[in-house]
């Protein structure tokens, strides 16, 4: 009973997530007019603007190495959490704008939804020819600028 009033107020968890990941989108729309007054070449440089601003967070911090302290190695891996937060909305739309300039092809709402699901380790179900593999270079490239190592997985028939 208590359970379901709470819903009612504030939502089941998928309506809370959807509304936080509904901000992020309208912040990556509001830059879409600014990505596109971009050269080929800007939009390149901003790859390694990206991995500077996520280097420059982990300066600070000591790499944690073999044998040395996990906890150094949990502050490296928040703050490198913290720093992808950043970039998303800036890197989704770098990746929207070269999506539409390289491949005539650019990445609809509900395609930045499901790349922020999947950036936050959440299964987004999408139908065929949805844009599945369209959506996967959103996360894809925002998590490779940590260079980390990203793996993209597909199944087909």
């Known amino acids: 009973m208590i359970q379901n009033v ?16 509904q901000r992020q989108m ?14 080929d070449a800007e939009l390149r440089g901003k790859t390694d603007a990206f991995r500077a601003r996520i280097r420059d967070r982990l ?10 302290s996990s906890e150094l190695e949990r502050q490296r891996n928040a703050a ?6 950043e970039l998303l909305p800036e890197a989704f739309a770098v990746v929207r704008e070269a999506g539409r300039r390289i491949l ?13 699901a999947l950036h936050n380790g ?4 999408m139908r065929t020819g949805e844009g599945k593999t369209l959506v996967a270079t959103l996360p894809a490239y925002l998590n490779a600028l940590a260079a980390q190592g990203v793996h993209i997985l597909t199944v087909n028939d």
């Open 26 to 39: 309208r912040a990556i729309n509001a830059l879409e007019p600014t990505m596109a007054r971009q050269t």
């Open 80 to 85: 490198r959490r913290e720093a992808l937060e």
């Open 122 to 125: 959440k299964i987004s179900e």
């Open 59 to 68: 300066a600070g911090i000591p790499d944690g190495g073999a044998g040395k």
């Open 104 to 116: 005539n092809m650019r990445h609809f709402d509900m395609q930045l939804i499901g790349g922020i």
């Open 6 to 21: 709470l819903k009612m107020i504030f939502g089941s968890r998928n309506e809370r997530l959807l509304k936080q990941y």
